[in-house]
Nanobody, 123 residues
């Protein structure tokens, strides 16, 4: 399974971006998909995850209420809508396919990873 993350870029604080994660096969439609991020010099951080059917979602504390994860299995794509962006949201964002139908906040629960897309939020 290959994943392609896109949609990153430069945005001012308070702005919005929508990231997309497209998988190469429909296999991912049976698995949860998550987003993680890693800022320079920091550890990878869980952002959000969505179950295989979109029926449940879970967010990291730092993005709760500002980010929304969704998926369109017909398009093999998972989205991350990011609103009210802050400079501390600056990071490389990675999408990943879980080993199960329901995701977790732990990176070891994910078996396939995309190459990442850079989000930069200016103050």
């Amino acid at each position: 399974v290959q994943l392609q993350a896109s949609g990153g870029g430069l945005v001012q604080a308070g702005g919005s971006l929508r990231l997309s994660c497209t998988t190469s096969r429909r296999t991912a439609s049976n698995n949860a998909v998550g987003w993680f991020r890693q800022a320079p010099g920091k550890e990878r951080e869980f952002v959000a995850t969505i179950a295989w059917n979109g029926g449940s979602t879970f967010y990291g504390d730092s993005v709760l209420g500002r980010f929304t994860i969704s998926r369109d299995n017909a398009k093999n794509t998972v989205y991350l809508q990011m609103n009210s962006l802050k400079p501390e949201d600056t990071a490389v964002y990675y999408c990943a396919v879980s080993r199960s139908s329901y995701g977790s906040s732990l990176s070891r629960g994910y078996q396939y990873w995309g190459q990442g897309t850079l989000v930069t939020v200016s103050s």
